[in-house]
């Protein structure tokens, strides 16, 4: 199973700072590690807020509104994706990271056979018009 | 406390999984037995069980299981030696101690424990074993699985897997196989060896060969980790890079190869909006690291190609035939073999007509080792569809089917088969 891990922002990396050499060597090593056991499958960091916008839906209208955003805790700085057996493995993992005075978040990732029988929400979609179909001609 | 019992020995569990292979290794380099290395392991893993319900998991759990496991192993050590210091008579010296054996361990507790997993991993892949007992010892001290989790993979009973690894220690002891990385002329079989378990354990779960369920994904899952360790464990070794491409793309398709009932879809057929473009990116990387490695091109590296040929095809139109056949022929050239052949046909037939992968598949009806073999009839019937003749591409869907030991492909063949008409 796979599973997302969420690292927010803070004042340092909404100012566009680059962490320090010691945080990136030690996260260097961290990430050597998830590569090393198998357990790594993609990591991205993400620029700060100001280089983003927000699309806001509502009533048929799209409103864009540019970036920075304020409430820095609720954003994203960055994530990892990892496979691994059982979310405490993924815990596990996350405890041997070199993170302080901060929240990293775990969230499973979707899989196929999380929908049972009908792998994705647009099979689904497509099998139920077919049983309706099949219903009206009866 | 029940339920903080539980959930600690789940985190025990995990850890295990994730410090397990090390542990292991590090402990098999110093009592050179990886049976004796496991027992010690798991004296450590059960008294981590007796522990940390108590007072929580340590902050290094790692560090934690070697230490533990480490005293129980220089005990071991010093009673091996007395008992080879009385069989010598004092007739010459033994050159480890346990003080050298700490030391070992020491060394065994920092980073670089990359050697010794190679070395696991080799010998646990080593040619002296059956292919079955080298795929359950993998699982299970390369892939920190349980006995009852591999199982419960390959449907058999418990029981069957526990005798199978018991066995496989007992005859790397027996044979007194060394727990080394091999060099020298040996070196390529032996590699060779480990990529066939990873790929078996992959296919196990690509294609199942038993049951119901067309796939069985936690099987590739555990497959891929095995090839992504031995990536880094072996850099060098370009064929390695080559079967983690491979397994990488042929993942990618999981979603798109099952259809609304669970029955399989084939490859053209499929809507390559559901492939994993995050696996095939991660396979078009690995490709190219094997590519920049050079040398001549091994026979995952040439699949892995060919599988790459159809991932960067937007549509199953534009997959560049004339190429896959040449990587075909050159597969043939490098590891000749009738299944080889036979996807050489498929590939001569999309790209130079029906008639031209008809002429090549023809040569190999009187294969023996095809006979029972349900893709050729499947193929050739497949063939002669589009060459119209529809009564005899009926007959070879059927025998397929009768062929096929997989319940959702016999479906998809008889399907076939009606669909040539009466």
Known sequence: MRFMVIVKANKDSEAGALPDRKILTEMGKFNDELVKAGV????????????????????????????????????????????????????????????????????????????????????RAQEERLRAEVAARK | MAVEATEIHRAIDAVWRIESPKLIAGLARIVRDIGIAEDLAHDALVAALEQWPKGGVPDKPGAWLMATAKHR?????????????????????????????AVDLDAALDEEVGDDLLRLMFTACHPVLSTDARVALTLRLLGGMTTDEIARAFLVPESTIAQRIVRAKRTLADKQVPFEVPRGADRAARVSSMLEVIYLVFNEGYTATAGDDWMRPGLCEDALRLGRILAELAPLESDVHGLVALMEIQASRSRARVGLSGEPVVLLEQNRAQWDHLLIRRGLAALARAEKLGGPRGPYVIQASI??????????????WPQIARLYAELAASVPSPVVELNRAVADGMAYGPQAGLDRLDALVAEPSLQTYHHLPSVRGDLLVKLGRFDEARLEFERAASLTRNARERDLLLERARACGA
């Open chain 1, 40 to 123: 790594m499958l993609a990591a991205e960091g993400l620029h700060a807020s100001s280089k983003g916008a927000r699309v806001k839906f509502s009533g048929g209208k799209t409103t864009v509104i540019d970036g920075p955003f304020t409430e820095s805790k609720e954003l994203v700085a960055g994530f990892w994706l990892w496979q691994v057996k059982s979310k405490e493995e993924a815990i596990e993992w996350l405890k041997r990271s070199p993170f302080d005075n901060t929240e990293v978040e775990i969230r499973q990732v979707f899989e196929a056979d999380d929908f049972g029988p009908a792998f994705t929400p647009e099979l």
């Open chain 2, 73 to 101: 192993a220089i005990d071991h050590v010093r009673r091996r030696q007395m008992l080879e210091r009385k069989q010598a008579e004092l007739g010459y010296e033994i050159e480890t101690d346990a003080r050298a054996a």
């Open chain 2, 307 to 320: 599988a790459a040929c159809h991932a960067r095809a937007r549509t199953a139109e534009e997959t560049d």
